[in-house]
């Protein structure tokens, strides 16, 4: 079906259209078809109502011949038969309308004297409707050509989102083996301990790595279990303080923070001799979410070069989930690391915790 005729209102607006032209034909017939006034209007108005559903036939004649694709002779060609063709089946039944008016009413509808008019004008009306199917026929392909890259758009995203949290996990994973491993012969009571909590981890990451958002509670009750983790290895070293208010029922990707307290830990507690305090804060308004973790620095630890991947990695989900809208930023201030993150709330979501 034809959009024009799924809808009351956009098939009202159209024969709304054609009473301007069946206005026209009307003004044409008195003037020089000799018609009275009252015979023309009866004459014309029907039959224009009758030619608009005929014309609907010119959108599919736009579409057989893209300009595209058709050389300008071939367009030609095609609207000028379909023209012909369209308006001598319109002047037949303009002939049988003239009849029936002048058999059952007073009117008299000279049809010699309006073929001419009848039929020159069909094919303007024709020609007039074949030139609006290729508008409509141009903005159905801009439409259709829009919707494609939008979906491209959304693949390129998936496959960019699902290649960040490839390189995360294994990142994690090698981080705590490590641990693990270097426990085996100084704590194996330790190690065991520490490789079930980490299995326990694994499982609850896994199922929560698979949603598109959760709630910054249910992330920071992650980051938590992993603190726990790195806790068997540094001992009280190793301090958390956790402050949320009412920012934990904001939705944000899993695994977020992640990376950042992996860094917190390896590149900045574990430096520091007396360990130190990861303090993580979060903050919102009815418009933005914002997420600080803050961690001890030592000015002369090591620079390793993969101490910056985790936060590439959140920077680079960041603006494929949110473009410009979200970001992370990170300083060091008088042996102090910071790293903020800024994302709208309102897109995120809320749920109740």
Avoid at 83 to 110: E, F, K, M
Wanted: charged letters at 20%; a positive charge.
């Amino acid at each position: 079906m034809l959009p024009l005729l799924a809808r009351l209102d956009r098939l009202a607006l159209y024969l709304g259209l054609w009473l301007a032209a069946g206005a026209l034909l009307a003004s044409l017939l008195a003037g020089r078809g000799g018609l009275s006034p009252g015979a023309a209007a009866a004459f014309a108005f029907p039959l224009t109502t009758a030619y608009a559903f005929v014309c609907l036939s010119a959108l599919y004649v736009a579409r057989s011949t893209p300009l595209a694709a058709s050389g300008p002779v071939r367009v030609a060609a095609t609207a000028l038969g379909a023209s012909a063709l369209s308006s001598a089946a319109w002047l037949l039944l303009a002939r049988g309308w003239s009849l029936a008016l002048t058999q059952w009413t007073p009117l008299r509808i000279p049809f010699a004297d309006t073929a001419a008019i009848v039929f020159g004008v069909g094919i303007l009306l024709y020609l007039l409707s074949i030139a609006t199917g290729y508008v409509v026929a141009a903005f159905e392909q801009a439409r259709d050509a829009e919707r494609r890259e939008f979906h491209a758009q959304l693949l390129s995203r998936e496959a960019e989102l699902r290649s960040l949290r490839a390189q995360i996990d294994p990142h994690f994973l090698f981080n705590s083996l490590h641990s693990i491993s270097a426990l085996t012969v100084a704590d194996p009571a330790g190690a065991r301990r520490m490789t079930i909590l980490l299995g326990d981890f694994l499982r609850e990451s896994l199922a929560l790595g698979a949603l598109e958002r959760i709630p910054l509670w249910k992330e920071l009750a992650l980051v938590e279990k992993y603190l726990a983790i790195e806790r068997v290895r540094l001992g009280d070293r190793l301090q958390l303080a956790i402050s949320a208010g009412d920012a934990g029922g904001c939705l944000v990707p899993p695994l977020l923070l992640q990376p950042v307290v992996e860094n917190a830990v390896k590149h900045g507690v574990a430096h520091v001799l007396e360990g130190g305090l990861v303090r993580i804060e979060a903050a919102s308004t009815p418009t933005r979410l914002r997420v600080a973790v803050e961690n001890p620095a030592d000015p002369d630890r090591p620079r390793m070069p993969g101490t910056r991947l985790g936060l590439t990695n959140v920077r680079d989900r960041l603006r494929t989930l949110y473009g410009t809208e979200a970001g992370v930023r990170w300083t060091e201030t008088e042996g102090r690391w910071r790293v903020e993150i800024t994302l709208p709330a309102s897109a995120a979501g809320r749920q109740e915790s």
